[in-house]
């Protein structure tokens, strides 16, 4: 883009990502500019298509006005400046009332069958699948990033040599199969209230995994405190609301998955502050920290995990 085209759009706040977003403002309705040079793929093509199936499945996601991929960047229909994070932040009743609307879209967006639709450039791109692998990629990245800035070189060594055999430990303790359309970061920032309804946004990462880890990642969200008795009454709707649900085997896939997801995101989190001079995101860690806490305590499949986090992480873990 030419300096001559920034000058008719604002720059809005953006999120972790790479990406940069503009509002370009127009008589009958404004867009949002997307802007990705790196990445561009993932952040403007995948991100068009997940939109594309989300809309034929009747989810409210922001539609393609234009594209010129060549120039780096994607315009998109703008669904405001209200997330149901600050719906939710300034209400002090009635949370609940949100959160089974959430739930509800959940619902819609895990009977999503389609995996495959055809994007911008004419090709079809297919939803990958969330293989275990990944998962312990995505998790390795605490001991990649937060360790380090916390143990001696000694002790990193050690530590992570027993940590990354309990990721894998825990990993083939999942029971359910990755067979549900999962938006990965399904949580209250990324979605919008827009014309009475809510929106989806930041859905580049969608893959077909494990039905209990949407789920986790709005429960037991790093951004957005709740209490436990209205973590569990959000959990008990979905429960009662969803379909095929065995009780057990779901709970062990939302307690693995969520502390899986919580260590991913402390070292994400550290990263970002390290690397790329992100530094307010080291402000949710403890809480992160809360949240592992929580379910670790609960399930004896991370007695072992509690050991290792315990003797180096004493502090942290008994937060």
């Not at 030419?2 to 604002?10: A, G, H, R, S, Y």
């Not at 972790?16 to 997307?34: G, H, P």
């Amino acid at each position: 883009m030419n300096l001559k085209f920034f000058e008719n759009l604002k720059q809005i706040k953006g999120d972790a990502s790479i990406r940069k977003f503009y509002r370009k403002k127009n008589k009958n309705k404004n867009s949002i500019i997307v802007f990705a040079k790196k990445e561009k793929i993932k952040n403007l093509l995948i991100y068009d298509a997940v939109n594309k199936i989300l809309i034929k499945n009747k989810i409210y996601a922001p539609k393609l006005f234009s594209e010129n991929y060549r120039k780096n960047f994607i315009e998109i229909e703008d669904f405001g400046n209200t997330t149901i994070y600050q719906i939710l932040k300034s209400k002090k009743k009635n949370k609940f009332f949100f959160f089974k609307k959430i739930i509800d879209l959940l619902n819609k967006i895990q009977s999503i069958k389609d995996k495959k639709i055809k994007s911008f450039n004419n090709k079809f791109y297919k939803v990958k699948v969330y293989e275990h692998k990944f998962l312990l990629t995505e998790a390795k990245l605490f001991c990649d990033w937060y360790v380090p800035k916390n143990l001696s070189k000694k002790r990193v060594f050690i530590f992570n040599r027993k940590l990354k055999k309990q990721l894998k430990f825990l990993i083939s303790k999942i029971i359910l199969k990755n067979d549900t359309f999962v938006h990965r970061d399904f949580h209250v920032s990324n979605m919008m209230y827009h014309n009475k309804k809510i929106g989806l946004i930041d859905s580049q990462d969608a893959l077909i995994g494990n039905k209990a880890y949407d789920l986790a990642s709005l429960i037991d969200d790093v951004r957005f405190k709740t209490s436990n008795n209205l973590k569990n009454k959000i959990y008990n709707y979905y429960l009662k609301t969803s379909n095929k649900v065995i009780h057990n085997k779901f709970k062990n896939d939302f307690e693995i998955l969520s502390v899986l997801r919580n260590l991913k995101i402390i070292g994400i989190f550290t990263r970002l502050a390290q690397r790329d001079n992100k530094k307010s995101y080291l402000k949710f860690i403890p809480y992160a920290w809360k949240l592992i806490n929580l379910r670790i305590n609960k399930n004896k499949v991370f007695e072992e995990l509690q050991k290792i986090l315990k003797l180096d992480f004493s502090k942290e873990i008994n937060r």
